[in-house]
T-cell receptor, first 114, second 111 residues
Framework: NAGVTQTPKFQVLKTGQSMTLQCAQD?????MYWYRQDPGMGLRLIYY???????DKGEVPNGYNVSRLNKREFSLRLESAAPSQTSVYFC?????????????FGEGSRLTVL | EDQVTQSPEALRLQEGESSSLNCSYT??????LFWYRQDPGKGPEFLFT???AGEEKEKERLKATLTKKESFLHITAPKPEDSATYLC????????????FGQGTRLTINP
C-alpha cells in the first residue's frame, strides 16, 4: 500500500522553465492538497481539491496551476518557474470527513529554481 | 487572521529528560487542533486531533493537551527515536480543508 506518491523527488529548473509535479494516492480519498514548505514559514497551502472535478486556491496560489485528473491524481504545474518557487512541495490527501485533521502526506518533491 | 505559533523553534534534550512543546493559536472558533510529526526528508505524519479545551490524547511517550488558547505536546522520558520536527495546525475559518500550520519545533534527543 503506497499511500501518496509524488514524482519527481528532486528537480532543478532554470528561471522561466515549466514543469509539472505529479501526485497519486491509492487510499480512495476524495480530497487532495498541494503544500509548499520553506524554512521558517511552515507548510502553506497552494491549492486543494475537495473532490474530483473541483479545485480551489489556498494561501499562496500565484504562479501555480493544478489539475485533478481523476480521483487518484492531482498535479501541480509551474508555467514559468521563478527562484521564489524554490521549495519542498508536498502533496496530501484526506477522506472527505471534515475536521479530523488527518492528512496523509507524500515524501515531498524538492525543487530548485536557478 | 488565523495564526499558529510554535515554541521553542528548537529543543535539545538528553534521553529520559521530559519536556513540553507549545502551540498557541488565534482562530475564530476553534474546530480542532492537530499535531504532526515530521522526520528529515519525509512528509508530516499525523499524530493527534484535539477538539475541545481540557481534552487530552496519548501515544507512547507523547501526550497532547488543549486549552482555549494553546496546546502542549508533552514528551515523557524521550528516546533518540523521538527526534523529529513536531508541527501543529488548525483549520481556518474557511473550513477544515484549509489547515494553517505552525513553523514547527525541531526536537533532538541525545543518547
Amino acid at each position: 500500500n503506497a499511500g501518496v506518491t509524488q514524482t519527481p523527488k528532486f528537480q532543478v529548473l532554470k528561471t522561466g522553465q515549466s514543469m509539472t509535479l505529479q501526485c497519486a494516492q491509492d487510499m480512495n480519498h476524495n480530497s487532495m492538497y498541494w503544500y509548499r514548505q520553506d524554512p521558517g514559514m511552515g507548510l502553506r497551502l497552494i491549492y486543494y481539491s475537495a473532490s474530483e472535478g473541483t479545485t480551489d486556491k489556498g494561501e499562496v496560489p500565484n504562479g501555480y496551476n493544478v489539475s485533478r485528473l481523476n480521483k487518484r491524481e492531482f498535479s501541480l504545474r509551474l508555467e514559468s518557474a521563478a527562484p521564489s518557487q524554490t521549495s519542498v512541495y508536498f502533496c496530501a490527501s484526506s477522506e472527505i470527513a471534515v475536521n479530523t485533521g488527518e492528512l496523509f502526506f507524500g515524501e515531498g518533491s524538492r525543487l530548485t529554481v536557478l | 487572521e488565523d495564526q499558529v505559533t510554535q515554541s521553542p523553534e528548537a529543543l535539545r534534550l538528553q534521553e529520559g529528560e521530559s519536556s513540553s512543546l507549545n502551540c498557541s493559536y488565534t482562530v475564530s472558533g476553534l474546530r480542532g487542533l492537530f499535531w504532526y510529526r515530521q522526520d528529515p526528508g519525509k512528509g508530516p505524519e499525523f499524530l493527534f486531533t484535539l477538539y475541545s479545551a481540557g481534552e487530552e490524547k496519548e501515544k507512547e511517550r507523547l501526550k497532547a493537551t488543549l486549552t482555549k488558547k494553546e496546546s502542549f505536546l508533552h514528551i515523557t522520558a524521550p528516546k533518540p527515536e523521538d527526534s523529529a520536527t513536531y508541527l501543529c495546525a488548525v483549520p481556518t475559518i474557511q473550513g477544515a480543508q484549509k489547515l494553517v500550520f505552525g513553523q514547527g519545533t525541531r526536537l533532538t534527543i541525545n543518547p
